[in-house]
């Protein structure tokens, strides 16, 4: 009964494959007889059902047969596929000499050359195994195997990650003073990094790859220099400036971006930044003005200007910016929280000799500010409300208002002194 049962699959497996061979193009071709080409088909047959079964040792002939010959007849089968998991498995998975695990290395390899001959579709994966087995199984020379890496990813840019990282690690490991394997590297990582930032991986591998931040700069510094024109490369230097603050050296390669992409928004964002931490004030104002001509809605650039300005005690000017985020966001807390701070910074710095009263009303004009900030509820409501207390000595007390014979719901105007930019009015508690 079992024998019947397994000639009657054979006979249906046959019958299957004879018509697939019938419908190949190449068949009318082919330099087998019919009798030949009807062994081919039981060779086939026999190697499916054996593999299926996984009974390796037995599919593993009758397979060969079919790669020497026509695989090209079975590829929707997957025959180097199904070889591949014979060899594989006679590797790792039998006990058996390392010399014949050598061996093994090397039919695998050949293995792959043929796949790669014949199903082109599928040659990037076999290729990218390839160097693969040459690194692992054989162990052959570095220059060797990031060869056929390289060409792996080459043919297939976005092969899986876990063979990158075999080729980044081979590159670091061999680094040495006549190549340029430690670049290669950084750039390799840079990109996987880029790709899967939270990966603490890549982050690991590109500071390993330095001694020190410094060091790590001067190599990707050098990778830019050798590439002037790659915008990517100038980038990755910048933002390792950037990351280690190192502002004066991401400005380089920030202007060379700007210059290249005047209109994406992150180089103008970073480089007015980095002209900021460096005190370049009229460049930092410029590049803010560029944000704003490219990023008209955007609150934050209107608010970032709007601090430069009042670190320059340009404080009109600063309010005047202030007020156009606001106009953006009217929910917006910082920019109340800002404007509170300038009317505390006015008093200062006019103040002279002798507190007076408009001083008082000045500082009850920030208060009153610091009001409308807690509030919109905002992440600067509490600090505001810390600024209110702590001014509640410095604005007008009830016998200020007394002496002065100003009621309760009174407006008092703001001007005199060097307060006739704030053009504003305080209510009389």
């Given at each position: 009964?079992?024998?019947?049962?397994?000639?009657?699959?054979l006979f249906l497996l046959l019958s299957f494959s004879a018509?697939?061979?019938?419908?190949?193009?190449?068949?009318?071709?082919?330099?087998?007889?019919?009798?030949?080409?009807?062994?081919?088909?039981?060779?086939?047959?026999?190697?499916?059902?054996?593999?299926?079964?996984?009974?390796?040792?037995?599919?593993?002939p009758h397979g060969w047969n079919i790669v020497h010959s026509?695989?090209?007849?079975?590829?929707?089968?997957?025959?180097?596929?199904?070889?591949?998991?014979?060899?594989?498995?006679?590797?790792?998975?039998?006990?058996?000499?390392?010399?014949?695990?050598?061996?093994?290395?090397?039919?695998?390899?050949?293995?792959?050359?043929?796949?790669?001959?014949?199903?082109?579709?599928?040659?990037?994966?076999?290729?990218?195994?390839?160097?693969?087995?040459?690194?692992?199984?054989?162990?052959?020379?570095?220059?060797?195997?990031?060869?056929?890496?390289?060409?792996?990813?080459?043919?297939?840019?976005?092969?899986?990650?876990?063979?990158?990282?075999?080729?980044?690690?081979?590159?670091?490991?061999?680094?040495?003073?006549?190549?340029?394997?430690?670049?290669?590297?950084?750039?390799?990582?840079?990109?996987?990094?880029?790709?899967?930032?939270?990966?603490?991986?890549?982050?690991?591998?590109?500071?390993?790859?330095?001694?020190?931040?410094?060091?790590?700069?001067?190599?990707?510094?050098?990778?830019?220099?050798?590439?002037?024109?790659?915008?990517?490369?100038?980038?990755?230097?910048?933002?390792?400036?950037?990351?280690?603050?190192?502002?004066?050296?991401?400005?380089?390669?920030?202007?060379?971006?700007?210059?290249?992409s005047p209109d994406v928004i992150n180089y103008w964002m970073?480089?007015?930044?980095?002209?900021?931490?460096?005190?370049?004030?009229?460049?930092?104002?410029?590049?803010?003005?560029?944000?704003?001509?490219?990023?008209?809605?955007?609150?934050?650039?209107?608010?970032?200007?709007?601090?430069?300005?009042?670190?320059?005690?340009?404080?009109?000017?600063?309010?005047?910016?202030?007020?156009?985020?606001?106009?953006?966001?009217?929910?917006?807390?910082?920019?109340?929280?800002?404007?509170?701070?300038?009317?505390?910074?006015?008093?200062?710095?006019?103040?002279?000799?002798?507190?007076?009263?408009?001083?008082?009303?000045?500082?009850?004009?920030?208060?009153?500010?610091?009001?409308?900030?807690?509030?919109?509820?905002?992440?600067?409501?509490?600090?505001?409300?810390?600024?209110?207390?702590?001014?509640?000595?410095?604005?007008?007390?009830?016998?200020?208002?007394?002496?002065?014979?100003?009621?309760?719901?009174?407006?008092?105007?703001?001007?005199?002194?060097?307060?006739?930019?704030?053009?504003?009015?305080?209510?009389?508690?």
């Amino acid at each position: 009964m079992k024998t019947l049962k397994i000639t009657m699959i054979l006979f249906l497996l046959l019958s299957f494959s004879a018509s697939l061979f019938a419908s190949t193009p190449n068949h009318a071709d082919n330099n087998y007889a019919e009798a030949d080409s009807l062994n081919l088909m039981v060779e086939f047959s026999l190697f499916y059902e054996y593999h299926k079964n996984k009974d390796y040792a037995s599919a593993e002939p009758h397979g060969w047969n079919i790669v020497h010959s026509k695989p090209e007849n079975f590829l929707q089968f997957k025959p180097f596929h199904k070889m591949e998991d014979i060899l594989w498995y006679l590797h790792d998975s039998t006990d058996i000499t390392e010399e014949q695990k050598l061996t093994i290395a090397d039919t695998t390899i050949y293995l792959y050359n043929r796949a790669m001959e014949v199903d082109k579709d599928k040659a990037p994966y076999f290729q990218i195994k390839k160097a693969f087995v040459m690194e692992i199984w054989k162990d052959l020379p570095a220059a060797e195997v990031i060869a056929e890496y390289v060409k792996a990813f080459e043919m297939d840019p976005n092969a899986p990650t876990f063979y990158k990282d075999r080729l980044g690690r081979l590159y670091k490991d061999n680094a040495a003073d006549d190549n340029e394997y430690k670049l290669l590297a950084l750039d390799l990582y840079s990109n996987l990094s880029e790709a899967d930032p939270n990966n603490e991986i890549w982050i690991q591998m590109i500071e390993s790859l330095a001694e020190n931040p410094e060091e790590l700069m001067d190599i990707t510094k050098r990778a830019w220099e050798l590439d002037k024109e790659n915008l990517e490369k100038a980038w990755k230097y910048a933002s390792l400036c950037l990351r280690n603050k190192e502002y004066t050296r991401a400005i380089e390669a920030l202007e060379f971006l700007v210059g290249k992409s005047p209109d994406v928004i992150n180089y103008w964002m970073q480089l007015s930044s980095a002209y900021d931490k460096t005190d370049q004030t009229d460049k930092t104002i410029s590049a803010y003005k560029k944000l704003i001509s490219l990023q008209p809605d955007n609150r934050d650039n209107y608010a970032n200007l709007a601090l430069v300005y009042k670190k320059m005690d340009q404080l009109s000017v600063a309010r005047s910016y202030l007020q156009k985020a606001s106009n953006i966001d009217p929910d917006w807390d910082f920019p109340y929280f800002v404007e509170a701070q300038i009317y505390e910074q006015a008093a200062r710095n006019c103040i002279g000799s002798k507190f007076e009263f408009i001083d008082k009303v000045v500082y009850q004009l920030a208060v009153d500010t610091y009001k409308i900030a807690r509030s919109k509820g905002g992440q600067n409501a509490g600090a505001a409300g810390e600024r209110m207390n702590a001014l509640k000595e410095s604005v007008p007390q009830q016998e200020d208002f007394f002496f002065r014979n100003i009621k309760s719901g009174e407006k008092i105007k703001i001007e005199g002194k060097c307060y006739d930019w704030i053009g504003r009015t305080v209510i009389v508690p």
